[in-house]
């Protein structure tokens, strides 16, 4: 399946979104997400959150690259989707800083 821009929320992305809320534990989630994604795809998804968390801790992109190996072509994408997106980075983002 290819979504378009328009056409990303759907049937299956909600249903997707609602099993990953019924998700209790840290140990569920990585049950559950290893079992949906590739180890290739779960390394990119935590290589992307990394890059968002450094950038919102305010680290320059050169020192995000040289910690995490990501191009600043990447770390720049990143930050347009944490400064521009649907603000799913910054809402986790400031619950995490609540947490701790």
Known sequence: MTLQNE????EDTASLFEAVLS????DE?????????TLR?????SHRWK?????????PYREIA???GA???TITRINQW???GAGGYRLVLDRMKERS
């Open 29 to 37: 989630a990585a049950a559950f997400f290893r079992d949906l994604c």
């Open 82 to 84: 944490l400064q521009h």
């Open 51 to 59: 890059v968002a968390r450094l950038l919102d801790e305010g680290l």
């Open 66 to 68: 040289e910690l995490t």
């Open 71 to 73: 191009s600043t072509a």
């Open 7 to 10: 056409d990303w929320r759907n």
């Open 41 to 45: 795809e779960l390394a990119d998804l």
């Open 23 to 26: 998700l209790r534990t840290p």
